[in-house]
């Protein structure tokens, strides 16, 4: 089988994103777990689970957690993880989100945090979440988004492209929220953030060469106030300080 683009950035960048402080714990984290605190799940799946951190933490309200990623040395980090935390509960299925292995109806909780703007065909994806969850099922989604703005969502999808070329679309909230109308669920629960980033380690996590380091580093001195602002970049310690919108939503499948 011949690897996607994302498989190959993931497979090559793993223990990279193992490691990332943005990734093992931040403020998208936290509001999963402030939604979920009080519910009890018998199976979940963590679609796009990258190293794990969003399977570990449902494996504490969940029987059965199935961490889903189509990269295989990334649910090497994601077992490894769940024997460090003595979390048993967790196993890994290999595959992309728009093709779910599971049947119909058979799914308690979906969570997806910091994957869906890797998907090619994202709207397929929400449909499969209909499909394999049970009626009443939760969805909980966590992405970097666009701005309403076009220009300020060209530049954001423009930059994370060169950065990263598993890169597909932040989306705007607008198109979310029209895809999961489409599909059937109902938003119940929102609340937005922003993700942080600084320069240095988001090229390094992608392995982006060193030449062209210095040309995304030109592009945040060239961009105009409008966009350092919408983007709080900042230029301090020899860094780049930033931050991407970030929603949080928990829908319910109500079809
Ligand atoms: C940034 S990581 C995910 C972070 C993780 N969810 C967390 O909470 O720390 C993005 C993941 O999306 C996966 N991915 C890329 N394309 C995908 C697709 N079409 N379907 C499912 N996962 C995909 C990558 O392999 C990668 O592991």
Redesign the pocket.
């Known amino acids: 089988m011949s690897r996607s683009k994302?498989?190959q950035i993931?497979g090559d960048n793993a223990s990279a994103?193992a490691n990332s402080s943005v990734?093992v714990r931040d403020d998208s984290l936290d509001i999963i777990e402030q939604m979920l605190s009080g519910y009890r799940f018998d199976t979940s799946i963590d679609?796009?689970?990258?190293?794990g951190?969003?399977a570990l933490s449902i494996s504490n309200i969940s029987k059965t957690v199935l961490a889903s990623?189509?990269?295989r040395p990334?649910l090497e980090q994601t077992l490894d993880a769940s024997m460090k935390t003595n979390s048993p509960n967790i196993s890994v299925i290999q595959n992309?989100?728009?093709q779910i292995p599971l049947s119909n109806c058979s799914i308690d909780l979906v969570t997806c945090?910091?994957?869906g703007h890797?998907?090619?065909e994202f709207k397929k994806y929400i449909k499969e979440c209909s499909r394999i969850l049970k009626p009443q099922g939760i969805l909980v989604l966590a992405d970097s988004i666009s701005p309403e703005n076009n220009k300020l969502e060209d530049w954001l999808n423009q930059i994370e492209l060169e950065r990263d070329p598993?890169h597909i679309k932040n989306r705007k909230l607008s198109e979310l929220n029209m895809i999961l109308e489409l599909y059937g669920f109902k938003t119940v629960e929102q609340q937005s953030t922003k993700i942080h980033l600084s320069f240095k380690s988001w090229v390094d996590r992608t392995g982006v060469s060193t030449s062209y380091i210095e040309y995304l580093k030109q592009k945040f001195i060239d961009a105009d106030a409008e966009i350092q602002e919408a983007f709080d970049i900042q230029f301090s310690n020899n860094d780049i300080q930033f931050a991407w919108p970030c929603i949080v939503m928990k829908c319910v499948k109500s079809v």
């Not at 679609?47 to 190293?51: L, Q």
């Open positions: 994302a498989q993931f994103y990734h679609v796009g689970t990258g190293a951190f969003t990623d189509p990269t990334m992309v989100a728009e945090r910091k994957a890797h998907f090619p598993s």
